[in-house]
Structures are given as C-alpha cells and as structure tokens.
C-alpha cells in the first residue's frame, strides 16, 4: 500500500488527470483502504478471544436441549435480606404461637406444669443465642433472642395473672417494667461478656425502650398529679439525653434520641399547658419550674452535642423554654397590657446571656428573635386598626370631631385588647435590631426593620393612649416631614418614602372627620411632598404625590365653597396645567413620567367630575385637549397629539349632543377633517406612504356613518351631497391616481345611485311579466359567456390601474 501511495505522489507530481478521472482513482483507493482496515479489525478481534481462552479457561457446558441466548437472570434479592425476612417471619410466628398459648392454654396445666413450661421455654429460649453466636450465626441468634424477650413480658403477664392477681395494675405494671429494663440490659451486657461471642444489637436498644415506662408509671401508682408525672417524664428524657452522648453503641443511640425527642416534646407540651392553665401565682411557679427542667436539659444536650445542627436546635428549645417559664408566672401576677412587653424583656436578655461554643450563641439569638418576632405580630393587629380604620369616614365625611384618637380609628372596627403597651414592644424592638445587629451583611436590612418599627410605634402612640384628636393628627402630620428627611439614604430612603406616602393616606382619612382639618391637612401634605421632590427626596414619588394630594384639596376647597361637581371640575384642571409645565422643564425622564401620569389622572377625575353637565364636560374636555396640544408640542411628546385631537373631538361630540345635533356629519366631519390633514403631512413627509394609510381613515369616519344614514333618508339633500362627494373623490382620485379616494368615493357614488334609482326600479320590475327578469339574467349570461376573455382582459387591466395608483 506504501509503494502505491508513493507511485501515486510521484504520478500526481507529473501529471494532472481531468477532474473525472481524478475522482474514479479517488474512490478506487478508499475503497482499498476501508477493506484493508476491515481486515485489520478482524484479526485483532481473533487475537484478543484467544488470549482470554488462553488466560480464563472455559467453564464447563451442560448439554441442553434447548439454549436460550440472552442476558443472565438477575437475583431480585440478596441472600442476607432472604435469611432476615425468614428469621423475622419465625421469631414473630413463635411469638404468636407463646401468646395464644399463655393466654388460651395456660389453664389446662398445674402450679408445677406452668412454671415448668414457662421457665423451661425462656430459659431454653433466652440460652440458645449462646450457642448461635458461637457457631457465627449472628442473625438467628438476634432473632432467638427477640423471641426470648418477648417470652419475659409474656411470663409477667402470666405471673400477674396467677401469683400476684391482687396487686394494682399499676404498681404491677410499673414493678414488671423495671424488671424487665433491668434484666434486658443485664441479658444484653451478658452475652457481650462472653469469651468468643459477638455482640447482639437487640437486648440494649429493646431495654432501654421499656426505661421509658418505669419512672412515670411509678410516679402514677404513688399518686403523684400532672406536676409530679412531667417532672418524671423530663427526667426520663435527661436519662436519654446521658445515654444518647455518652453510649457508644449505634443502635443504643438511634433509641435514645428517638426516645428523647419523643418524652422531651410530650414533657415541654404538658409543662406549657400546665403553665398555662395555672389559676395562681404558685401553680404557675411549679409550671415553670418544669420548663426550666426541660431547659436546662435541652442545654445540656446543646452543650456537649457532637452536631452544630443539633446544638442549634437544642439551645433554641432551651431558650425559649426558659423564657416561657417566667412568662407563665407573669401571665397570673401582672397586669394583661404587660404580659407581652414582660415577654418582650425575657426575650431580649437572651440576648445578654448568649455564651459558649457558636452553635449554642446561635441558637439563643434564634430564640431571642423568635420572641421579639411574636411581640410584633402580637402588635400587628393595633396598627392595622389605627392605619385602616379611618378609612371608614370616607362615609361619615365632615360628620365632626371624635371623642379622641382611638375613637376616630374605631369608627367601624374595634380595638384589640391589652394594647396599650403596644408602642413600647415596637420601640424595644427597634432599639434591639438598630443596636444588636452588627454584621455589615445584615445591617442594612435591620436599620430598614427599625425604621419601620419606630414608624409603626410613633402612629400607633395616640391611638394606644387615647390622646385628643387634634394631637393624634399632629404627630401624624409632623411624621410625614420626618420620614422624608434628607438624612436617610439608600433603601432606608425608599422605604422612609413608602411609609410617608402611607402615612399622609391614613392621615387624610382622618382628616374627613371635620372640614377644617380636611383642608389643612390637604394642603399641608401638598406643600410638604412638593418641597421634597424640589429637594430631590426620591422626587418622583414625591412629586406625584404633591399633585395627587393637589387634586384632593381643589376637590375639597370646592366642595367646602359649595360648588357644584361640574365647577368643581374647572379647578381640579388646575392640576394638569402644572403638571404640564413642569414636566417641561424638567430633564429627569422618570419624574417627569410620573407628573405627566398624574396630572393626566388628574385630567379624568376632573372629567369624571363634570360628566353631570354636557356644556362644561365639552369645555372640560376642550381644556383638557389643549393641555395635551401643549404637551405636543415637545419633541419628544409628539404623540401625545393624538391624544389632543381626541379631546378635541370628544369635546366637540359633547357640544353637539348637547344642541341635540342629530347629524352624524356634524359629529364625522371634526374627525375627518384632522385625519385628512394628518395625512397630507405624512404623505408630504413620506410620499411612498400609501393612500390607504393617509386619506382611508379619515374618508371612512364620514363615509360609512352618511351612507348608512342616507340609505334609509327619504329626503334627498343628504343623497346629493354625498353624491356630489363621491364624485369629487372619484374625480380627485383619478386625477392624481389615488387609489383609496377613487375606491372610496367610486363605492359612495355607485351606492347612492343605486339608492335613488331604487324605487324605479322596482316599478319597473312590477310593470314587466314574471318571464321578463330571467329571461333578461339568461341573456346576460349568454352575452357574458361569449365575450368571457375580453371581460377578463378589461378586469385584469383594471386591476393594472388601480395596482399603479399610490
């Protein structure tokens, strides 16, 4: 292959072949190639089955009648899981057959019989894992020795049910439990000891699950009340707690925490629950000693648990364990306003006694957040009220002063109770984010949280202390100048702004309560977010809501002057007019959207307010379209002349309809006019501009309704000049080759002639016999049959025509 790759290099060097040529010499040695490498593949596979035969010998093949080729069966179990599901089936099988046996069959034998069978079977039982165990058989003997566990709790019933049948069930089940804890633990720690064995995982585990029971049950059988059986359940869960850290056996482990979880959570709800059902100071004492109990274990666990997760959680509980004891004794000794802010103070000392490793600090501080989370949802609701509760004047406008503050929040809702210290939980919170709260990550979110809170608290002060009227709404007012002072930055600036906005909306609904405090408020709130947005605090907020409070107060001044709505109109529009200039001499785009916006809000509500009266909604409209018109003649506002003409339109269909006009030219043509004239600019500006696009629109506001009209007219005025308006379109059409013009106008004539012609027409059909009409439409036919190519050579050149017309 070499020498022919060469002959071809040297051939190719002295001689150039056709291209056709070239190309068969081409295919020929790829062809070469791919059987040579076929070849190749082929060998190396051989070489490489050899070499496994040489290196694996071949197992040996049975002979078969019938081999099936395919993929090998997979076992769908392993034989470890088959030999523990058969030990689990046998041991609960032979449990079974113990319990109906000891509680069917236990009367047919004597004294001696019973005890006989009873400790012949669990000793035999109990020994056997000896023997398994030594053999290697770990499984069976676990499973042995479950059985054998299981015979003990069947021989107490059994010893309970003959030997010891007047003792309490209680105290019985409380010896037989102890009993059996301690005898499984010392079987379990037996068969460990043994020389050659290995360790079953059944006996500690399964003991220290019936531990659980002992103490409590004890507790109980000497009558010992709720306090005394949480104490034993808390104390069951420290002596979980000590074996779960300190018991190096995993299994043991798992139990305990499982165990502990379990008795922790049932003791810290019956605590709680005892705390809080206590009717005196003592009884909630005893409670909360409880809680301090479950505390002081749950720290234990934080402290010395090998887990930061675990050591987070556990400080928490601790925690707020030990606050929610404190507050119990509180909840029956102080007044209902404090117990929240005494809550509130447990809380934040948390704070102070945050020590030890990170895990536990953090879990302290969690707890501490929590509790100050839960004031403040606890003051949610007073807020709420004191911000959407003056809402309701909206119905009782100027109905007169309230008694005081709380009283002019409450006009439809209700105050909650124990709310009086309310400003006090905010504030401490505050203070506790603004200064506790150092992490550069964080900071900023909590300076915003203080913001809000303080705010929160200094709105609901007089509400909460039922200060006077006019002082509820004097702190409110000097809240909105607060809020936006220039000292605030960033997103403490946006929401300081946010909540001045929601502040001056509470504040004007309180307002409506008297007339003289609606205007002063109104105006002041105008002055005080106009001087913002001139000082550039967040100026397009700002701005738009000085216009916006602008709009209210002219609303007020003329409803306080007696003005009717329609007059009332006529000083809202006051409002776009400023609007409008100072949008014009403004360069920021987005606070001169936002006044463009309110100030065109400004413009409806004014509409809105003159709809009553057709003569001034036409000259309201009519402003407001010359508003727009100056707006327009910005450069960059030139759209908004659309908006202009629109009014104007508006305003003149108003007027008409008020003069009760019912010409419908009188209400298309202040249309037609303006959009015939809009588009002799455009085509002047584009004069590739289609005639569609320039004349349609406006030829067919006027057309369409005429011709609809004109068709059941019995006058003729009306059908002539349209007439004569058509013909001047057809002709103007034609003349500077128009299309829309010579279709529109064309149709308007064709169906106006069509219109008049009407009548004679149908006199003339009556007058013809009833063979005349279809013998005329066959004729036609005929005659259109017969000169068909010419009739379709005049379409398709006036199809020409038209296609050449702009």
Do not use: K
Not at 61 to 89: D, F, I, K, Y
Not at 370 to 397: D, E, F, K, S, Y
Not at 455 to 476: D, F, M, N, R
Not at 721 to 737: K, V
Request: hydrophobic share 60%; aromatic share 6%; glycine share 8%.
């Amino acid at each position: 292959m070499l020498s022919g790759v060469m002959r071809t290099t040297l051939r190719d060097m002295t001689y150039f072949p056709p291209p056709a040529e070239e190309l068969r010499f081409l295919d020929s040695e790829l062809r070469q190639l791919d059987a040579r490498r076929a070849q190749l593949l082929a060998r190396r596979a051989w070489l490489i089955t050899m070499l496994q035969q040489a290196v694996q010998p071949a197992p040996p093949v049975w002979p078969s009648r019938q081999a099936q080729p395919g993929p090998s069966a997979r076992p769908e179990a392993t034989a470890p899981g088959v030999q523990n599901v058969l030990l689990l089936l046998g041991g609960i099988l032979l449990t079974i057959a113990a319990m109906v046996f000891t509680l069917v069959s236990w009367g047919h034998l004597g004294i001696a019989g019973r005890s006989l069978v009873l400790g012949a079977v669990t000793l035999a039982v109990l020994g056997a894992p000896v023997a398994l165990l030594r053999r290697g058989l770990r499984s069976t003997a676990e499973s042995v020795a479950g059985l054998g566990l299981a015979l003990t709790v069947l021989d107490a019933y059994a010893l309970h049910e003959v030997v010891f049948t007047a003792a309490d069930g209680t105290t019985y089940a409380a010896a037989a439990s102890t009993a059996l804890a301690a005898l499984w633990a010392a079987y379990g720690t037996a068969l460990t000891a043994l020389p050659g064995s290995a360790t079953l995982r059944l006996p500690h585990p399964a003991a220290l699950a019936v531990a659980q029971l002992p103490l409590v049950l004890w507790t109980i059988a000497l009558g010992g009340g709720p306090l005394t059986a949480t104490a034993a359940v808390l104390l069951t869960t420290a002596f979980d707690a000590v074996v779960a850290l300190r018991v190096s056996e995993r299994p043991v482990r798992v139990v305990a925490l499982v165990c502990g979880f379990g008795t922790g959570g049932w003791g810290v709800l019956a605590a709680g629950l005892l705390c809080l059902g206590a009717a005196g100071p003592s009884a909630a004492a005893r409670a909360a000693a409880l809680l301090l109990l479950a505390a002081v274990i749950a720290l234990g666990v934080a402290r010395f648990a090998p887990r930061p997760g675990l050591a987070t959680g556990m400080a928490t509980t601790a925690a707020l364990c030990a606050v929610a004891g404190p507050v119990g004794v509180l909840r029956v000794s102080v007044p209902g306003d404090w117990v929240v802010p005494a809550c509130l103070a447990c809380g934040i000392a948390l704070l102070a006694a945050a020590r030890g490793p990170a895990a536990v600090r953090r879990g302290v501080v969690l707890a501490s957040g929590v509790v100050q989370a839960g004031a403040v949802l606890w003051a949610v609701p007073a807020v709420g009220v004191t911000l959407l509760g003056p809402v309701a004047w909206l119905r009782h406008i100027w109905a007169g002063a309230p008694a005081d503050a709380r009283a002019a929040v409450t006009v439809d809702a209700f105050w909650p109770p124990y709310a009086v210290t309310v400003p006090l939980v905010l504030v401490a919170v505050a203070a506790v984010l603004a200064t506790a709260v150092r992490s550069e990550e964080w900071r900023p979110q909590a300076l915003t949280a203080a913001l809000t809170l303080t705010w929160a608290a200094v709105l609901v002060t007089p509400t909460a202390l039922e200060l006077p009227y006019l002082v509820g709404l004097l702190i409110q007012g000097l809240t909105v100048p607060a809020l936006l002072a220039p000292a605030l930055q960033g997103a403490a600036a946006r929401t300081a702004t946010g909540l001045a906005l929601l502040t001056s909306l509470g504040l004007a609904f309180l307002s409506l309560a008297t007339e003289p405090a609606t205007l002063a408020v109104l105006a002041s709130l105008t002055v005080v977010f106009a001087v913002a947005a001139w000082r550039g605090r967040q100026a397009p907020v700002s701005a738009a809501a000085a216009l916006g409070w602008a709009t209210a107060l002219a609303c007020a001044v003329g409803a306080s002057a007696g003005w009717r709505p329609e007059i009332v109109a006529l000083l809202v529009l006051v409002v776009p007019v400023a609007a409008a200039l100072l949008a014009a001499r403004l360069d920021n785009s987005v606070t001169t959207v936002t006044i463009e916006v309110t100030g065109a809000v400004a413009g409806l509500v004014a509409i809105g307010l003159a709809v009553a009266d057709p003569p001034l909604l036409a000259l309201v409209l009519s402003l407001c379209g010359v508003i727009a018109a100056g707006t327009a003649v910005r450069p960059d506002r030139r759209h908004v002349g659309y908006a202009a003409v629109a009014l104007f339109v508006l305003a003149s269909w108003v007027r008409l309809a008020a003069w009760q006009v019912g010409l419908p030219e009188a209400y298309t043509l202040p249309v037609t006019v303006p959009a015939l004239l809009v588009g002799a600019l455009h085509r002047r500006r584009d004069p590739a501009a289609s005639s569609w696009t320039a004349y349609g629109p406006g030829l067919t506001v006027t057309l369409l309704p005429s011709l609809a009209t004109a068709w059941s007219d019995v006058e003729w005025t009306r059908p002539l000049l349209l007439g004569a308006a058509g013909l001047l379109l057809t002709l103007l059409g034609a003349r500077h080759r128009l299309r829309a013009p010579l279709v529109l106008g064309g149709s308007a004539l064709a169906l106006v002639t069509l219109h008049e012609l009407a009548p004679y027409l149908v006199q003339v059909t009556d007058a013809l016999p009833r063979w005349v009409p279809p013998a005329l439409a066959g004729l036609l036919l005929l005659a259109l049959g017969a000169t068909y190519e010419q009739r379709l050579r005049d379409v398709r050149r006036v199809r020409d025509v038209l296609g050449r017309m702009n």
